[in-house]
C-alpha cells in the first residue's frame, strides 16, 4: 500500500531520533514517501513525549537508546496516553535484551541501518492496522 492508494485517514507520524543525519533521512524518506502525511520530529524521547502530547501522532518511529529519555520509557507514557499509538522501534543493536513487557510496548522492530524498503513496509503495516481500526469502528 502506498499514500496515493491508501485511504485518507489524516494521520500523523513522529519520529524520535537523537543522530541529526537519522532524523533527516528518516523525515525525509516519509515526507517524500507519503506526502499527505503529517511529520514531526524530536531529538529524544523527553522532546518526543511532549510532542506527542501535542499532536497525538497515530505512528511513532523511534529509537531504543537517547539521551535525556530513552524509547522504552517514552513509548510507555505514550501507551498511558494513546493505547493504540503504532510504535516502530529502531536499534543499532541485534541482540537488545528487552523484557517481555518492553518488547510488547512496540508494534515492529528494525535494526539499523535501516532501510528505505523496511522502513516503507513497517509504516505501511501500521497504515494498514490503523485503517482497518478504523473501518471497524466506522
Do not use: W
Not at 74 to 91: F, G, N, Q
Amino acid at each position: 500500500m502506498d499514500d496515493l492508494t491508501a485511504p485518507q485517514l489524516d494521520l500523523t507520524i513522529l519520529c524520535v531520533e537523537d543522530e541529526p543525519m537519522t532524523r533527516e533521512f528518516l523525515d525525509r524518506i516519509i515526507s517524500v514517501t507519503y506526502p499527505s502525511r503529517k511529520v514531526h520530529t524530536a531529538e529524544n524521547g523527553r522532546a518526543g513525549l511532549e510532542s506527542f502530547r501535542e499532536s497525538r501522532a497515530d505512528i511513532v518511529l523511534t529509537d531504543i537508546s537517547m539521551p535525556v529519555m530513552d524509547g522504552i520509557r517514552m513509548a510507555r507514557e505514550m501507551r498511558i496516553l494513546k493505547p493504540d499509538v503504532c510504535i516502530i522501534a529502531m536499534t543499532a543493536h541485534g541482540n537488545l535484551d528487552l523484557s517481555r513487557d518492553e518488547a510488547d510496548l512496540f508494534n515492529r522492530h528494525l535494526l539499523k541501518p535501516i532501510s528505505r524498503k523496511c522502513l516503507r513496509k513497517a509504516v505501511d503495516e501500521c497504515i494498514a492496522h490503523i485503517t482497518s481500526e478504523s473501518s471497524e469502528k466506522g
